[in-house]
């Protein structure tokens, strides 16, 4: 079984652009979720998606969006990027999202913004 | 406002001896917590998990401490490897909402 899948595994842009990142769960898996890991920050979270449904939201300005097609592959886009936005952008996948339910990660997505 | 934290960003362990990483959280709603850890240019895997009805679990080495009182959480690894060298993540899953939210991470290095 295919694990989750995150393109590209590299990024370089500059301030002021936007980026959009894919994330494929593993097969069955409904539910994916982002998180940003920087230095010192650990993994935030950023938003869930449950069936094409935002379930959850982190506190993240609205430059950070995200949206799930309907066979649950996710993108996540960041409009007008600052150099903060730097950071290890993860994507894990869930068959639901139950409090016992444990999450599979991606390798991540490494964005570099100069 | 970090309502999971591992005050300890890295610990040294010899190898063969015990590892503990501590977690602490401020959230009366997490019932449920999880262990991660992360290779570098890996994703976190999952490593042990306990229910807020228990104070512990066990799973080989690896042993999970929960003082629901002290709002502390623990992992033991016992005897450590160098092959548990890796950032360890703790996580808590909010009740009802069913968010997780994860700590800042602990850089465990195990020496041969």
């Known amino acids: 079984k295919a694990g989750v899948t995150q393109t590209p595994r590299y990024l370089i842009k500059t301030r002021g652009q936007q980026v959009t990142l894919s994330c494929s769960p593993i097969?069955?898996?409904?539910?994916v979720s982002w998180y940003q890991q920087t230095p010192g920050q650990g993994l935030q979270f950023l938003f869930e998606y449950f069936s094409e449904t935002q379930r959850n939201k982190g506190n993240f300005p609205g430059r950070f969006s995200g949206r799930q097609f309907s066979n649950s592959r996710s993108e996540m886009n960041v409009s007008t990027l600052e150099l903060g936005d730097s950071a290890l952008y993860l994507c894990a996948s869930s068959l639901e999202l139950r409090p016992t339910e444990k999450l599979f990660f991606g390798s991540g997505t490494q964005l570099s913004v100069l | 406002d970090q309502q999971v934290k591992q005050n300890s960003p890295s610990l040294s362990v010899q190898e063969g001896r015990i590892s503990i990483l501590n977690c602490d959280y401020t959230n009366s709603m997490f019932d449920y917590f999880l262990w991660y850890k992360k290779y570098p240019a890996e994703g976190p895997t999952f490593l042990i998990s306990i229910s807020s009805i228990k104070d512990k679990n066990e799973d080989g080495r690896f042993t999970v401490f929960l003082n629901k009182s002290a709002k502390h959480l623990s992992l033991h690894i016992v005897p450590s490897q160098p092959g548990d060298s890796a950032v360890y993540f703790c996580?808590?899953?909010?009740?009802?909402?069913?968010?997780?939210?994860f700590g800042t991470g602990t850089r465990l290095k195990v020496l041969a």
């Open positions: 996580a808590a899953i909010e009740s009802g909402t069913y968010k997780y939210i």
């Open positions: 097969s069955g898996h409904r539910s």
